[in-house]
């Protein structure tokens, strides 16, 4: 059993802050890399940041470099994406996604697992 559980959007105005959260269950942290994707209406699902503990490596967007980070809380089996000075842009529905592999993928069709996404909206 994998799940994943995204949590934390919600209403924001520009250039304030959000932290999501994806809470993983029933895989092993080291060996799944996780990504968060977002979608807006009429737009294609695009890769916001990945984390892949095994390598330590992250990756970024060229669009949220800067203003996003991604860190773990091995303790909790918890990723979380800390967006600061939001754009409405950044607005979309959020997933949080992974899947076994040695490091990050960036396509979403890569991934095997999907949490339920979490509305973002940052108004202008």
């Known amino acids: 059993e994998v799940q994943l559980q995204a949590s934390g959007g919600g209403l924001v105005q520009t250039g304030g802050s959000l932290r999501l959260s994806c809470a993983a269950s029933?895989?092993?942290?080291?060996?799944?890399?996780i990504a968060w994707f977002r979608q807006a209406p009429g737009k294609e699902r695009e890769g916001v940041s990945c984390?892949?503990?095994?390598?330590?490596?992250?990756w970024y967007a060229d669009s949220v470099k800067g203003r996003f980070a991604i860190s773990g809380d091995n303790a909790r089996n918890t990723v979380y994406l800390q967006m600061n000075s939001l754009k409405p842009e950044d607005s979309g529905v959020y997933y949080c996604?992974?899947?076994?592999?040695?490091?990050?993928?960036?396509?979403?069709?890569?991934?095997?697992?999907w949490g339920r996404g979490t509305q973002v909206t940052v108004s202008s």
């Open positions: 996604a992974a899947v076994r592999s040695s490091g990050c993928r960036l396509r979403a069709r890569s991934y095997d697992y």
């Open positions: 984390f892949a503990r095994n390598t330590d490596s992250t």
């Open positions: 029933g895989l092993t942290f080291d060996y799944y890399p």
